[in-house]
């Protein structure tokens, strides 16, 4: 047998009912902050994502998949969505007709890590770019339709962390300070962190190694050596948000694990004890020159992206079931080739008028089709047999009501939808006939 490769998973048919549910639910919020769909490669030219030589993230060092096509053009898997679409945005000059753009895409993205619960090779990112406004603001707004996602979702347990990394020359400030700080624990270090303090001394504050350590409790922090205008602008940020009623958290410690931020940055946390490690559903921030870096014209961005396995991990243990059980309208349970061909015509009739319906395509005795529908979820069930070919009948039992009746043999078709109509509600989640008639 061949095996999935290590850190991919297969979505079974009774699992895809939730990841549907789970699209259907972005969407949805993505409608009403009106931000439009973009679908970019899943592979990119490998400058897409390895722009910069002294890029210290770890998703561009050490995770992207890389190799030669046929060709010998150098391609990446996309860990991620941001840089692609800056790419497209890029390439078919998206900000000459609207100077902003509010972009989201979903899709699997490939990173190279060590696999474990909430953590993938492959993995599902559902993000949302804004380009072209460098106004505090709608970093709110991207931070405010993240927390709609979750709400929309029922969990609750989640909070939004948030801090600035200031413009560059907060930062360069900041920088020098941080490296006069770190040099003095340069021996504490772990080896990451070393060739952090010389190539990105901000992603030091990022280390899970270091992190517990005393002297890394005690470096300075970026807020003291803000500038007027970051420092303002990440006010306006908290203004906004405490506007729109949507709770934060500061943490001077958050920098993000890429490279491209500056400002504002945030992550959503779940506070769900099942979860361990990955608790970090969704995160973002501003990237100012990621566009330009991208041989782009100077045009700010903003964004964020929610990893779509930890949303529905997160309903799941939250006890929320975003998908109904499968259901079918009709299941038709015929004996012999002629009740057979009756029964494929019949069925498809009603499919034509938008009933789910099935029937058994494995000649098995009639029991085995009793049990076949009931596993379906069948509202109702069709039998067909010698006596009712005879006599132009079928005979239909409601399943719900447990009401049996001899029909006329095509009157199934009305008969069911009337019925329906009657109910309160259809037993079909996937096509909700009593609201379409
Ligand atoms: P990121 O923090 O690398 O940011 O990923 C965003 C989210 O994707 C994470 O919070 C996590 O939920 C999910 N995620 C990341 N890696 C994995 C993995 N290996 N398995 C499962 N889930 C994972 C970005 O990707 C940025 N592009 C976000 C952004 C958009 N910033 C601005 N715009």
Redesign the pocket.
């Known amino acids: 047998m061949i095996a999935k490769p290590k850190g991919t998973y297969d979505i079974l048919p009774n699992e895809v009912g939730d990841w549907t549910k789970l699209e259907d639910a972005i969407r949805k919020v993505c409608k009403l902050y009106n931000y439009k769909e973009i679908r970019t490669p899943i592979f990119e030219s490998y400058n897409v994502f390895h722009r910069d030589i002294n890029d210290t993230s770890d998703?561009v060092t050490k995770e992207t998949y890389d190799f030669k096509d046929r060709s010998e053009r150098l391609i990446t898997l996309r860990?991620?969505?941001?840089?692609g679409v800056a790419r497209a945005f890029i390439e078919n000059k998206l900000y000459v007709d609207s100077p902003v753009n509010k972009l989201f895409y979903m899709g699997p993205?490939f990173?190279y890590?060590r696999p474990q619960k909430?953590?993938?090779?492959q993995?599902n990112?559902f993000?949302?770019?804004a380009l072209g406004s460098d106004s505090p603001l709608i970093d709110a707004e991207v931070i405010a339709l993240g927390a709609s996602i979750i709400r929309s979702l029922g969990l609750k347990d989640v909070s939004v962390k948030i801090n600035t990394l200031g413009d560059l020359q907060s930062r360069e400030k900041y920088r020098e300070v941080l490296v006069n700080y770190f040099k003095q624990y340069e021996d504490s270090l772990c080896e990451d962190c070393k060739n952090r303090l010389i190539k990105n001394p901000l992603r030091i504050l990022d280390c899970k190694v270091d992190k517990e350590k005393e002297f890394f409790k005690n470096a300075p922090k970026i807020k003291d050596y803000l500038n007027d205008e970051s420092k303002n602008r990440f006010e306006m940020v908290l203004s906004a948000l405490d506007q729109m009623q949507i709770k934060y958290v500061i943490d001077d410690n958050l920098v993000?694990?890429?490279d491209y931020?500056s400002h504002t940055v945030f992550?959503?946390e779940v506070n769900i004890l099942e979860f361990g490690a990955?608790n970090?559903?969704?995160?973002?921030?501003r990237?100012d020159n990621l566009i330009k870096d991208l041989s782009g014209p100077d045009i700010p961005?903003?964004?964020?992206?929610?990893?779509m396995?930890?949303l529905l991990l997160a309903t799941s243990y939250a006890g929320k079931k975003l998908s109904k059980p499968d259901a079918i309208h009709i299941y038709f349970i015929s004996l012999g080739e002629k009740a057979k061909l009756e029964s494929i015509k019949l069925a498809n009739i009603c499919r034509l008028g938008g009933l789910c319906c099935e029937m058994d395509y494995k000649d098995r005795g009639i029991k085995a089709q009793f049990k076949e529908a009931d596993k379906n979820n069948a509202r109702f069930t069709c039998i067909l047999g010698d006596n009712e070919l005879a006599s132009f009948t079928i005979n239909i039992k409601d399943n719900v009501t447990d009401e049996q009746e001899t029909i006329p043999l095509y009157d199934v078709y009305p008969y069911v939808i009337n019925k329906l109509n009657q109910a309160s509600s259809s037993p079909c989640a996937s096509c909700n006939i009593k609201k379409e008639n």
Do not use: D, K, S
């Open positions: 998703m860990p991620e969505g941001t840089a993205m990173r890590e909430g953590r993938n090779r993995f990112q993000g949302v770019e993000r694990g890429l931020y992550e959503l990955q970090v559903i969704g995160a973002g921030g990237y961005g903003v964004g964020m992206a929610f990893g396995e930890r």
